[in-house]
């Protein structure tokens, strides 16, 4: 990587690994499972292939043929992930696969044998088989009842109080493989949205407790790394202003600039959970790119045109995120204005107007959005996405503007020309791109199979 501060945590991982060659969850603790899977799982995403890695996992294996070594699910799941990530999945000891299979209870893992079953125990175990290549309908099981949990947008810890790390636990999970993503495409996009309703700025640490007869937990989920890989799995834009007002609330709040550690807590030392879950999440973020070139420098938009469409929408978020997810996909650029960064102090009209000139098609999504006063129920679509509309068909021509229409919104009549599909009909991919390329731009269809 070229982003020095992430080689510097690397290296404070690597100082404070154990001479047993596990980590504990501090400099100068004892060695502990997890601590060490997440450890050893970090040093694989960065490619730190050295003696360091080698260690942590000659240390997970030795200790999970020990009966008195795992006590939690999770200690298994995060071993087998682990261990997989690391390249030794033939090596995994056969004690944490058949622990892992017998606890499966009908798509479901509780923290412990016999306990009721909760989204992130559930989480470990499915990325732990998936990342492992196991049985399509255990994970298909899983999936399910991972999606039977869902309510209000969000799924929770166990207790009845939405939570954004058991969502991003779970959109994480049903990303996990392309076609349950599509299937459950619908849901993932009300779960993002809840996330990005959250802020990146306020997805706090959540802490959850229990006792078990003579088994007692204390968890720590450090939501900020887990949101941002959430997101990023469901189709956000790494330069959503969401993701980005989360990564600098990383660098700015849990950062150790000294010893190039993180820590889950504000104001607290670095710990090798922060370190380790945060590292996982900036690989994915922005990989060889440097946090200065991410975090100040806008990402690059064909000067060419050739495939960049602008989408103009309302309030609906989600019907957003899908058109965007769904242009990715057959090989477009999508431009979304409020997750462009801007140059200096312009007016919303001089930005719009900026990046207006760089598309070479709009797509205008028509939802209904604002209650028309003395109508009766007559709803419209926010009156920027009508007036954006008309300058787009000024600007490329009716035959490069498309509507997506969704529900019943009131729409402008006299407008010859624009395509207009209904948004509430899986069919409208289809032609949409057909009509994509007859525009001229460079689709792959064959992503429509």
């Keep these: 990587m070229k982003d020095p501060n992430i080689n510097k945590s690397i290296e404070w991982l690597i100082s404070i690994q154990n001479k047993d060659g596990g980590w504990g969850m501090y400099d100068y603790d004892p060695s502990r499972v997890v601590t060490t899977a997440e450890a050893v799982t970090a040093l694989a995403i960065t490619n730190s292939h050295n003696d360091s890695l080698q260690k942590g996992v000659e240390y997970l294996i030795r200790g999970a043929n020990d009966p008195n070594w795992c006590q939690y699910h999770r200690h298994h799941a995060w071993t087998v992930y682990a261990l997989t990530r690391a390249g030794f999945g033939d090596n995994i000891p056969s004690r944490c696969l058949q622990t892992l299979q017998k606890s499966h209870l009908k798509g479901s893992w509780g923290h412990a044998s016999g306990e009721i079953p909760t989204i992130y125990p559930t989480f470990l175990g499915l990325m732990a088989l998936n990342n492992y290549g196991k049985s399509r309908k255990v994970l298909k099981q899983t999936c399910e009842w991972i999606v039977s949990q869902f309510n209000n947008n969000s799924w929770t810890l166990g207790d009845r109080n939405p939570s954004y790390a058991a969502t991003s636990y779970a959109i994480l999970a049903l990303t996990s493989q392309e076609e349950i993503k599509e299937q459950h495409s619908i849901i993932i996009n009300k779960a993002a949205n809840y996330l990005l309703d959250g802020g990146g700025s306020f997805w706090p640490i959540e802490y959850e407790s229990k006792v078990s007869g003579d ?95 602008f989408i103009v929408h309302g309030h609906d978020q989600i019907s957003k995120l899908e058109v965007a997810r769904f242009l990715e996909r057959i090989n477009c650029y999508p431009i979304i204005l409020e997750e462009q960064i801007e140059s200096g102090s312009k007016t919303i009209f001089e930005k719009f ?97």
């Design 215 to 309: 088994l007692r937990y204390n968890f720590h989920h450090f939501t900020l790394p887990w949101a941002i890989m959430a997101l990023i799995a469901a189709g956000v834009s790494v330069s959503h202003k969401t993701i980005k007002t989360a990564v600098s609330q990383l660098y700015n709040k849990h950062f150790w600039e000294l010893t190039g550690g993180w820590s889950e807590e504000i104001n607290h030392r670095p710990s090798v959970f922060g370190t380790s879950h945060t590292i996982a999440s900036l690989e994915i973020l922005y990989g060889a790119f440097t946090i200065n070139e991410y975090l100040q420098e806008e990402r690059e938009i064909s000067q060419n045109k050739n495939n960049n469409v």
């Design 353 to 449: 107007t900026e990046y207006a000139g760089k598309a070479s098609y709009a797509i205008v999504l028509m939802t209904p959005d604002d209650l028309i006063e003395n109508s009766g129920n007559v709803k419209r679509a926010r009156q920027n996405v009508i007036l954006e509309l008309g300058f787009f068909i000024a600007q490329l021509g009716a035959n490069n503007v498309c509507v997506l229409r969704k529900g019943n919104p009131e729409i402008p009549s006299d407008i010859s020309g624009v395509l207009y599909l209904n948004l509430d009909d899986e069919g409208w991919k289809f032609p949409l791109a057909q009509k994509l390329n007859s525009a001229g731009l460079d689709i792959n269809l064959s992503k429509l199979i």
